[in-house]
């Protein structure tokens, strides 16, 4: 399985690497933290000089800034995703943030309340979107696409009361992969499960676990413990808090709350503490109620084949089936599956619940249809990456072990310890430029050559060319290393592959 | 100068390459047309076998779905554009899709209808970002920040009658760089304009040419003309409109519609055709109306060093100080800049206005300040890419000359041509994901060999592995390529080492 040293290079190796080092490691700077810039809330005046209208200038409640730390850190999670993406075939799509309203009603179930609309400015209702699963569908239905494997990395937004200490927030990012499309059986739904495990491998979170279920197992379940149809739907809600509550406040939510009768859910109880492999699958075939549902055999059914596909794939060990997973959306139809990190035993005494779901998705063969005039449908499978909690992971990391993240790419620093050097600096770095190489000088006239040879250490810039008066006399530039502190003449003529020579070499 | 090839690879280059290929060259199959996906509007059912509530299925007024082929070009000119904003040193930021409503507010001048407001649903009054500019300047003001050089990619949405033909959109991509700090006049500012010069060269869009001008010397030219300066803003509102509209047409808006005097805008009118190089900034020092003006003499003396640090880098041959120039947004305060690409002599006869800017700019050194509690200020100085444009210009001249792009980067497609060879092939390129091989196979239990052949052809997937019972009895593949139709036979557990290094040669 390709790790982030195979795919990104030293630098994310060792960026990551550092990650697994035992805590005491050596501390070389601070991450910048985003909580730290988040609290700086200040009262800005609108217009200096004129009336002065006080406010407090922040983002607005549950988003905020991602400084340059995060986006390094999240740009190299996220080519590690989409790399993964493009690895199993997906093309690329974008949708444009706003859907008309009517697009997002009855798609979220009792979720719907957290969509933003827009104003009614004059023209038609909007809302931003809630996920990038209900735009895809609209996308296949109003093209006609029958047959689609797409990713889509891109905000949405939520607005949710946003528990800013567990990392969410009301605008975040979502990678999806989904596959569109009337196929064999179970053959696209393993390629998610095997599009998860290589994803949380390769990320080095740690041991993780994928719970899957099916949508007609639970309906099944439902069906033979008794519960109305009515309230399939709302009781399918509070099963899916089961990853955060336990089992009694769940209980007591669908009987004192959704009216659900005692034994009704008792018999619920039963099931949803049944996990494990295959053989659980086959238990559930011989299970004297369950047995006695057609929905729930379909289910059982190809669950059984999914274990026989994703064994092939060799991810078996890493799949659990687990009669408690629901998954709260309203459009999933069949399969569903969420990615759990597992604990170590020191967190799993802390948090016995609360184990974070860091990948999720399912099989939805009835969304498209909901949008064609015809009603024709196109079944979908797909996955969403939770990137937001996984960002937020490898930054707790990375401050934890006082990781220090470069947020440039500069390569070489064009410094003079003589004033009056402004033109030859300029010329000089054109001609660095012009060449591709990454380099920068400082915007002075006159600037002190320590000035200059500290910004290079400050900002981890490895290589500094020099010019000033002897230089310029004899035809070179002094090309110097920071990390070594050595400097050799260079002809000026050669400068530019002598220095893409040292950088290929590095 | 690094060009597309350069910095991208063999893949760009000739994409971009066959661009510059004269028209008549083979056409190898249609770009898939956004225009025509727009225009599929249905009506749909929201839900099916209930009550019908018809709706006209399509994406919201003025904003489309990016369809997988314009990503591909889309991701390519990102890609070349990010990379030169590394190359000089800029770190990336990140800020939500809506600010506070206030912190738009008075940023934008006569455009500031234009804004999308987001609903109250209780809370804070939030509108969606109209540029990137503004928010930057927040977030400086915000965390304090009094030095940063950074680039962002990202949406914003702007509520313009859309003249969709003319390629503009309510929502579309920026790209911006910009350099905040105290610094010595004119280095940044130069280095803003190289970067354009670099970007534009790089994407090789034909010749262009960048315009300078300066705030202070239009607000000096518009004193020495006469102009009220309750009506400075108005007019240089009026003034920008000049790359769009003829002399006359803006000569009328400033008289009929603003109450300019006639013989005012006439002297107005003789300035705004000057245009030239450092020359006229030295003509225009000894004009005597002009001269007479402080504000107009600081602007000239910053465009004579402005110039003499473009021919330092040189790009002065690009650059014309042009005093039509004028921008339209409120917050520049001193130099301001416009690239256009330059029509070839056809176009220049059928549109001689209309010639589309492509990149503009300018410094704002009020702006962060009025953010401030205190009204510190933080001079910026920075650039805005006009990636839309750009795109639509490749995606248009690819569609003219019929190029084929590949949307998916599929390497190896795994195939059998025998029936029940299901689990051998989830086998095999289980294999080929783990060793990070991009690879593909059909959906189905017992596709046709032809069928798996006709869609590496479809898709342009240069190799297939080929796995059958007599293979599977000697212990071989077959590895066949899809342009020469060879096929070799390769030991089992050579597959991998041979398709990366048949991978690696191509």
Redo the contacts between chains.
């Keep these: 399985?390709?790790q982030l040293g195979?795919?990104h290079g030293r630098a994310w190796a060792s960026l990551l690497g550092k990650l697994l080092r035992p805590p005491g490691a050596v501390c070389i700077g601070a991450v910048h933290s985003h909580s730290q810039?988040a609290e700086?809330?200040?009262?800005?005046?609108?217009?200096?000089?004129q009336e002065k209208?006080n406010?407090i200038?922040?983002?607005?409640?549950g988003?905020?800034?991602?400084?340059?730390q995060q986006?390094?850190v999240r740009?190299k999670i996220l080519d590690l995703v989409v790399s993964c993406f493009?690895?199993?075939?997906?093309?690329?799509?974008?949708?444009?943030?706003?859907?008309?309203k009517?697009?997002l009603?009855?798609k979220y179930g009792e979720d719907s309340g957290l969509i933003?609309?827009?104003?009614?400015?004059g023209?038609?209702l909007?809302s931003?979107r809630y996920d990038l699963t209900v735009p895809f569908a609209?996308?296949l239905?109003?093209?006609?696409v029958k047959k689609m494997?797409?990713y889509h990395v891109g905000?949405v937004?939520r607005?949710e009361s946003p528990t800013v200490v567990q990392g969410r927030y009301r605008?975040f990012c979502q990678c999806d992969f989904d596959?569109a499309?009337q196929?064999?059986p179970m053959?696209?739904d393993?390629?998610c499960l095997?599009i998860m495990c290589?994803i949380l491998s390769g990320l080095q979170l740690g041991d993780f676990l994928i719970k899957v279920n099916d949508r007609r197992i639970l309906d099944g379940m439902f069906a033979v413990c008794g519960v109305p149809e009515s309230k399939f739907h709302t009781i399918c809600s509070s099963i899916d808090k089961l990853g955060k509550m336990s089992w009694k406040d769940v209980r007591h939510e669908m009987v004192a709350k959704k009216g659900l009768a005692p034994e009704v859910a008792d018999r619920i109880g039963d099931y949803v503490q049944c996990h494990g492999g295959v053989s659980l699958v086959e238990q559930m075939f011989q299970d004297p109620r369950l047995s006695q549902n057609k929905q729930a055999l379909e289910g059982l059914g190809d669950l059984k084949l999914l274990f026989e596909?994703v064994t092939?794939?060799?991810i078996a060990e890493k799949i659990s089936f687990d009669l408690s997973l629901a998954r709260g959306l309203d459009y999933y139809t069949g399969v569903v599956y969420e990615a759990v990190l597992l604990p170590t035993p020191a967190q799993a005494e802390e948090e016995p619940l609360n184990v974070g779901s860091v990948a999720a998705g399912g099989r939805y063969d009835g969304l498209v249809?909901?949008?064609?005039?015809?009603?024709h449908k196109v079944p979908c499978v797909g996955l969403s990456i939770g990137v937001e909690r996984i960002f937020s992971i490898v930054e707790q990391k990375m401050k934890t072990f006082g990781e220090k993240i470069r947020?440039?790419?500069?390569q070489v620093f064009v410094a003079s310890p003589q004033k009056n050097f402004?033109?030859e600096r300029?010329?000089l770095i054109?001609e660095l430029?012009?060449?591709?190489?990454?380099?920068?000088l400082l915007?002075?006239?006159n600037p002190k050559l320590l000035t200059q040879l500290h910004y290079c250490e400050n900002m981890g810039i490895p290589l500094v060319v020099i010019v000033g008066e002897q230089e310029l006399k004899e035809g070179v530039i002094k090309l110097r290393s920071v990390a070594s502190r050595e400097e050799v003449a260079i002809k000026r003529e050669n400068l530019v592959a002598e220095i893409q020579k040292r950088l290929s070499e590095s």
């Design positions: 399985m390709p195979l795919l810039v700086a809330v200040l009262v800005s005046q609108l217009k200096p000089h209208s406010f200038i922040k983002t607005p409640k988003t905020r800034d991602l400084t340059p986006m390094v740009e493009k690895r199993h075939g997906a093309k690329g799509l974008d949708t444009p943030a706003f859907e008309l009517e697009v009603t009855e933003y609309d827009l104003q009614d400015q023209g038609e909007l931003l609209r996308y239905a109003m093209n006609k494997k797409r905000k937004w607005r605008e596959i499309g196929f064999d053959i696209p393993a390629e095997k290589e596909y092939l794939f060799g249809g909901m949008f064609d005039p015809k009603g947020t440039t790419e500069t402004l033109q300029l010329k054109a430029w012009d060449a591709g190489i990454k380099a920068e915007y002075k006239n």
